[in-house]
C-alpha cells in the first residue's frame, strides 16, 4: 500500500482553537484575571506562577500562537509534534497540580491544548501513516487520567465541609461529636460565633446528629440543638439518611486529611486581638517577678512563651476526644 501523496490543506479547525487558546491564556494572564471568578483553591495558587519572570499564561499564550501558525502549513508533522510537546509538558503541570491544589482555569488551558492535539492526529496520520485512522495515543490516556483525576478533585474541593449551623466561610470553625464532652464543651463556648461542622464518632451520633439538624431547622440555637440531639429520635426517609452518612463521611475525611484524630477541631482565621507581643511580654514580666504558675508542665523552668495566649488557645490541659477518631465517651451523655 503506497503513502498518499496527496497535499494536505491547512487544519483550520485546530487553528481557531489555538487562537482561542492563546485567547484564553491572554486574559488570564492580564489584570482582569483579579476579576474572574474561579471557585478552586488553585486558581490562587497558580496565578502568580512564573518561570524567568514570565507568567505561566504568557507562556502558554505563546504556546498557543506558534500551534495556530503551524496548523496553518501544509505539514501537520511539525504542528503534531509541538502539540504532542505542549501535552507532555501540560501532563506535568497536571501531575503538579494534583500533588497541590486542582486549577480549574489551568485545565480550561489544557482541554485547548489536548483538543488541538486530537485534531491534527488524524490528517497527520492519513497522510504520513498507511492506516487512515491512528492507534489510540499513550500521550493522550495519560493526560486523560491526569485531567479526570484533577477534576475530581476539583469538584470534591467545591463539595466543601457540610456546615451543620454558621455561616460557611466563618473565620471560626468547630468540628465536632455530639457525644463528645469536649466538643460539647466547645459548642457553648463558640455558640453564635462559629460554624458548626458535624463528624459521627459511633453509630449513636448518626441519630444524634439528626435530632440537632431537625433542631437547627426549626430556627433553634446551636447550645439547643445540642440539648435535643438525645430527645426522641427524629424519622428521616432512607435517602435522606444516606445522604446525611456522606455528608459526615465528608467532614470526617476533612479532619483526618489535615492531619488530626482527635475532636474538637477548633480553627480560628486570625490572631485574637490583645494578645500580642506586648500583652505577651507583660504577662511573662509578671511571672518572671514571682508570680506563681499552677498549670501542669508550667514552671520556674518551663518557657514562658504560652503565657501569653488567649485561655482558648492555650496548648496545656487539652480537652480532646477519641484516638482515630474514635468515642472517648461510650455512654450517651446527659446533656
Request: one cysteine or more.
Amino acid at each position: 500500500m503506497a503513502i498518499s501523496q496527496q497535499h494536505s490543506s491547512p487544519s483550520w479547525g485546530s487553528f481557531i482553537l489555538a487562537l482561542l487558546g492563546a485567547a484564553y491564556c491572554a486574559v488570564l494572564a492580564s489584570p482582569l484575571q483579579e476579576s474572574l471568578p474561579c471557585p478552586s483553591s488553585g486558581c490562587y495558587l497558580f496565578r502568580d506562577v512564573a518561570v524567568a519572570g514570565i507568567s505561566f499564561w504568557w507562556i502558554g499564550t505563546a504556546a498557543f500562537i506558534a500551534l495556530a501558525l503551524l496548523c496553518l502549513s501544509r505539514y501537520h508533522a511539525p504542528a503534531l509534534i509541538f502539540a504532542g510537546l505542549c501535552l507532555a509538558a501540560d501532563c506535568v503541570l497536571l501531575v503538579v497540580m494534583f500533588f497541590t491544589a486542582p486549577c480549574l482555569t489551568c485545565l480550561g488551558a489544557a482541554f485547548f491544548f489536548a483538543v488541538i492535539y486530537l485534531c491534527l492526529r488524524r490528517p497527520a496520520a492519513a497522510r504520513y501513516q498507511v492506516a487512515a485512522s491512528p492507534r489510540p495515543s499513550i500521550l493522550f490516556l495519560l493526560w486523560g487520567a491526569l485531567f479526570i483525576a484533577n477534576l475530581g478533585a476539583a469538584a470534591t474541593e467545591q463539595l466543601g465541609d457540610w456546615v451543620l449551623t454558621g455561616p460557611a466561610d466563618a473565620d471560626r470553625r468547630v468540628y465536632f461529636s455530639p457525644s463528645c464532652p469536649a466538643c460539647r464543651e466547645a459548642i457553648t463556648v463558640f455558640a453564635g460565633q462559629a460554624a458548626f461542622i458535624p463528624v459521627a464518632e459511633n453509630d449513636d451520633d448518626y441519630q444524634a446528629i439528626i435530632n440537632m439538624q431537625a433542631a437547627v431547622q426549626d430556627g433553634k440555637s446551636i447550645t439547643e440543638a445540642l440539648a435535643a440531639a438525645y430527645a426522641d429520635p427524629v424519622a428521616v426517609t432512607p435517602d435522606a439518611y444516606l445522604l446525611l452518612r456522606l455528608r459526615l463521611l465528608r467532614n470526617k475525611g476533612t479532619v483526618l486529611g489535615l492531619g488530626f484524630n482527635k475532636l474538637p477541631l477548633l480553627m480560628i482565621n486570625g490572631m485574637p486581638q490583645g494578645y500580642g507581643t506586648a500583652g505577651a511580654a507583660s504577662i511573662s514580666g509578671s511571672s518572671a517577678s514571682g508570680a506563681s504558675d499552677s498549670r501542669p508542665g508550667v514552671g520556674s523552668g518551663a518557657s514562658d512563651v504560652s503565657h501569653g495566649l488567649p485561655p482558648e488557645l492555650n496548648l496545656f490541659n487539652l480537652g480532646q476526644c477519641g484516638d482515630d477518631i474514635a468515642p472517648c465517651d461510650p455512654t450517651p451523655p446527659g446533656i
